[in-house]
C-alpha cells in the first residue's frame, strides 16, 4: 500500500460534498454483486474500508440514496448524485467510502474482490483474494492484517 501523509480530501463530483480521512485504510475491495453494478454503472464498486473514527463529510450533507437500509445505507451528493460512502449495520467500526472521491485516488487497486458468483464473465482484477459471496466474518482480521502489510 502506498503511504500518505494525513488528513486526506476528497470530494463528489460537483463539490458540494468534501470528506477527510486521517488514517490509512483497513483493506480495499471490489464488489461484483448486481446491486453495485447498477449503482455504480459499471462492471464493479470500489470500496476503500476505513474505521469511522478516521472518516468524516466536511462539507454539505449527504443523502440517503440506494440501499436505505435495514442492511446498509448509500450516502449521496444530493445535487450531482455520486455515490460517496456507505455504513453497513452489524459493521458500525467501519466506513466503506468509494476510493475515487479522493484528491488522489491511490487507493481504488482492490485487495479483495467479494460477490464474483454475480461478476460479469469479462471481468479481470489485481485482487489478491476472491470470495463468491462476502469474506467471513472471523477471515477479516487476517485479511486487515495482511493489507496492512
Request: with cysteine.
Amino acid at each position: 500500500m502506498t503511504s500518505s501523509r494525513f488528513p486526506r480530501k476528497g470530494a463528489c463530483r460537483c463539490g458540494r460534498i468534501e470528506i477527510e480521512v486521517t488514517a490509512p485504510p483497513l483493506m480495499t475491495a471490489a464488489c461484483h454483486c448486481r446491486g453495485c453494478q447498477k449503482m455504480s454503472s459499471s462492471a464493479y464498486s470500489l470500496t476503500a474500508m476505513f474505521s469511522r473514527q478516521a472518516f468524516r463529510v466536511t462539507k454539505g450533507k449527504p443523502v440517503k440514496g440506494g440501499m436505505k437500509g435495514p442492511e446498509l445505507d448509500h450516502f449521496f451528493c444530493p445535487s450531482c448524485m455520486s455515490w460517496i460512502f456507505t455504513r453497513v449495520m452489524g459493521m458500525d467500526d467501519f466506513v466503506n467510502v468509494r476510493p475515487t472521491m479522493f484528491d488522489k485516488p491511490e487507493w481504488t487497486r482492490p485487495f479483495i474482490e467479494t460477490m464474483t458468483a454475480e461478476k460479469l464473465p469479462w471481468v479481470e482484477t489485481p485482487a489478491r483474494h476472491s470470495y463468491e459471496a462476502f469474506p467471513p466474518m472471523e477471515d477479516f482480521q487476517k485479511l486487515m492484517r495482511e493489507f496492512a502489510e
